[in-house]
């Protein structure tokens, strides 16, 4: 290669008289200079001051903690206790780098509790503010103030009057660092972000009082009051509205090999609505932030509730002390846990329990709306719609298919049939219990099976397994959803597209033959009458739904269909947990997948195809179709409501084919999307949203962990387009190395 000439530019040119390529001279920065800049790193804000000072006035077992504020701490920070003060002698190491009374070993960290530890905060504070210490220890008669700038003491401390405890003032805050001030100056939230630490405290420090206020206010703005009931806590600080939607969780686990912890707190219910998560969080009785942690109950939240809500979260968790690495972080906002994984898929299993339990009382409570089916009053419209009627009646979509669409009854009309029951549990104790004594269920199906028709359809599924598919299905990593129908995956060196509707079905149908007899029931709120899920069924397969030419003719099939319903009840009942009354209602249909409620949208469709499909004259054949007909209706199909986020967006358009009209097919230009901005039905956008938001948390937390552990793909997804192979990293290195 040719040598070029190096380009200087005009500055280096005007320095250049000097002698060039010389290393600069390495030497040892100021003291004075390195404090500054740890300190800036420390106390980075004035809500940093507040937090290490309120830490230190917990460790000093202070019962009551006043924190008073002025110009956002820029001006004065002063927090006073009633703690147990500090000793004369040690006032005039107190604010040195590096000097703590809570640490002496390294190996200390271990076990340490107090939340201070780097005895660094008040040495910080006096880099870059003013710092004066009032303090007084039990049994002295007066007190001592002494003032400090840059760690060292600036005069004696003189006697004074003082109050039990400790008052420490920061005064000009950042007063030598500019650029922060100027920044911090214009900022004007630094006042409430205080406020809301404060409050982070009170509910957890419970039995402290504490008060935060503006300097000269004669409210404060955050004011608790020692109390034993975490529950009153919230509410003085956070208000009625908080403390009347949430409820109480807790989670233990106590098996080295997974994790140990425990956790209790309080996280909102499906009633309560906010724009933006509130997530407080203690370990081991330190406020500290867990970003995946929070992320993972927000994606419970938006996959289990009907309501796209942000949630309310305050949990305390206990390790042991060695699982926690408190020394990650110099503000000690975050710590490293142990197990971490472990620890936050357990407590999101909890909170969706939780969810679902308390989303399925909303949904009973909704019940109480609608009438039931025999409902014979004629005078009020609404209560008269019988399930079928009032789905069709209100479509406001323009989707044949659709019939969930009451915006009345956001969770589908069918859903409303729909009522999971709570597991049953002793109170407080862990939800956990029954989580691992299903999976447990789980892992011992085979016993159940002993009618040779079903160990028959039992051994053709491990004789048509695909060896290879089988491979990629237990150690696939799955990457996301390519479209609405496939997932993408990662299998050693290879990416496929694999089709999760297939899958499902396939997954599902193997299971009721493993789990055959053996069923857990999902009870449905108000049992479904067949003839009416009949009829919805073979009006969708027509083409127009509205019209009513064959009515009397479905009705004959309908009718015809349950009759032989209510024949084989007993059978479908004791092999399938699909259970149907003697009135011709269906009352409850099995678990499947632990964790899993199919989409009650195919509900009719499901009860036709045992009508219709099932061969009831041969055993291993009707076995064989009852399986089937249960996997279709459990697979993981699409939500009716289109995909909001492709497409599927125009028909969430109000007013009908806007699309068309106006532009002559779908893809709509940026400008008019703005124009239609709010032309768009957004309960039902956001109905969809959550639908789809669900399904996909399903397809990854459900359907995938329990594929790699219990499918065995059948051969014919070789070649049936179920998996498609998209690239091999290999092959794509080879191109890359090319370009
Ligand atoms: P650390 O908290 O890491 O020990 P700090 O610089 O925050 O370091 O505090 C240094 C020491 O000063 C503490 O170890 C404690 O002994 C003492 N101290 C600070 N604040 C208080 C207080 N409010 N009450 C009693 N002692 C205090
Ligand atoms: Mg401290």
Redesign the pocket.
């Known amino acids: 290669m040719d040598h070029q000439p190096a380009i200087i530019t005009e500055e280096e040119e005007a320095t250049s008289a000097l002698p060039r390529k010389e290393p600069p001279k390495i030497h040892r920065l100021d003291e004075s200079v390195v404090n500054r800049i740890a300190a800036g790193e420390v106390i980075q804000r004035p809500i940093s001051a507040v937090k290490?000072l309120v830490e230190?006035?917990l460790?000093?077992g202070s019962t009551s903690i006043s924190v008073t504020v002025k110009d956002g701490g820029l001006k004065l920070i002063q927090v006073s206790?009633d703690?147990?003060?500090?000793r004369y002698e040690d006032l005039p190491i107190?604010c040195e780098r590096h000097?703590?009374?809570?640490l002496s070993a390294f190996e200390d960290l271990q076990t340490i509790k107090s939340m201070?530890?780097?005895?660094?905060?008040?040495?910080s504070m006096t880099y870059v503010g003013h710092v004066t210490v009032t303090?007084i220890t039990g049994g002295q008669l007066h007190g001592y103030r002494v003032s400090y700038r840059d760690g060292v003491m600036e005069h004696q401390p003189r006697p004074c009057a003082a109050v039990k405890g400790?008052q420490?003032m920061i005064e000009n805050l950042f007063y030598n660092m500019t650029a922060r001030r100027k920044t911090l100056q214009n900022s004007a939230d630094d006042y409430s972000k205080i406020v809301d630490l404060i409050s982070r405290f009170s509910i957890h420090h419970t039995e402290v009082s504490f008060s935060c206020r503006k300097h000269g206010a004669a409210r404060a703005d955050v004011h608790s009051i020692a109390t034993s009931s975490r529950l009153d806590a919230i509410r003085s600080v956070y208000g009625m509205a908080v403390a009347r939607d949430v409820m109480e969780v807790a989670a233990l686990d106590d098996d080295p090999s997974r994790s140990i912890f425990k956790m209790d707190g309080y996280i909102s219910n499906s009633n309560y609505s906010a724009k933006k998560t509130v997530m407080v969080l203690f370990i081991n009785d330190r406020l500290v932030e867990c970003s995946a942690l929070k992320r993972a109950i927000e994606v419970v939240y938006a996959a289990t509730l009907p309501k796209a809500s942000k949630p309310f979260i305050y949990m305390s968790i206990v390790l042991p002390p060695e699982h926690v690495d408190v020394n990650v972080h110099p503000t000690k906002k975050e710590v490293s846990l142990l197990n971490q994984e472990s620890i936050i898929e357990n407590i999101q299993t909890v909170v969706e329990l939780k969810l679902r339990n308390c989303n399925t009382s909303r949904t009973f409570h909704t019940q109480t709306v609608y009438p039931s089916t025999s409902g014979t009053l004629g005078s009020n419209k609404n209560t008269q719609l019988s399930p079928s009627e009032d789905g069709s009646k209100s479509q406001k979509v323009p989707v044949r298919k659709m019939v969930r669409t009451d915006s009345q009854d956001p969770s589908g009309r069918l859903h409303a049939y729909l009522q999971v029951k709570p597991p049953r549990q002793p109170e407080g104790k862990a939800d956990l219990t029954t989580v691992r004594s299903a999976v447990r269920q789980r892992r011992n199906p085979k016993e159940s099976a002993d009618l040779t028709s079903i160990q028959e359809l039992l051994n053709d599924i491990d004789c048509n397994c695909h060896s290879g598919l089988l491979e990629v299905v237990r150690d696939c990593t799955y990457i996301g959803m390519a479209d609405d129908v496939f997932a993408l995956l990662q299998h050693g060196t290879r990416l496929y597209l694999a089709n999760v509707v297939n899958l499902s079905k396939e997954l599902m149908y193997q299971q009721v033959l493993h789990r055959f007899a053996h069923f857990n029931a999902i009870q449905l709120s108000e049992p479904a009458p067949l003839p009416e899920l009949l009829m919805l069924a073979l009006k969708e397969e027509d083409l127009d739904p509205e019209c009513s030419e064959n009515d009397d003719l479905k009705e004959k099939i309908a009718e015809m269909n349950t009759q032989l319903l209510k024949q084989n009840a007993e059978m479908l009942a004791e092999y399938f947990c699909v259970h149907i009354d003697q009135q011709g209602n269906l009352s409850k249909i099995p678990v499947i997948l632990d964790q899993y409620t199919p989409d009650m949208d195919h509900v009719p469709d499901f009860v036709l195809c045992l009508g219709n499909d099932v061969d009831w004259e041969d055993e291993k054949s009707c076995f064989q179709t009852i399986s089937a007909a249960l996997g279709n209706f459990y697979a993981m199909h699409p939500p009716l409501l289109p995909n909001p986020s492709g497409d599927g967006l125009q028909c969430y358009k109000k007013g009908k084919n806007h699309v068309d009209i106006k532009n002559g097919n779908a893809t709509n230009n940026l400008e008019d999307d703005t124009i239609m901005e709010d032309e768009y039905d957004h309960e039902l956008l956001s109905e969809a949203d959550t639908a789809w938001a669900q399904r996909e948390w399903t397809i990854q937390h459900v359907l995938f962990p329990s594929m790699r552990l219990f499918l065995k793909p059948p051969n014919s997804m070789s070649t049936n387009g179920t998996f498609v192979q998209v690239a091999s990293l290999e092959k794509l290195y080879k191109i890359f190395e090319r370009c």
């Open positions: 290490e230190n006035s460790d000093a206790d703690g147990h003060g500090i107190l000097t703590t009374s809570k201070g530890f780097r005895g660094e905060a008040l040495a303090t400790t420490i």
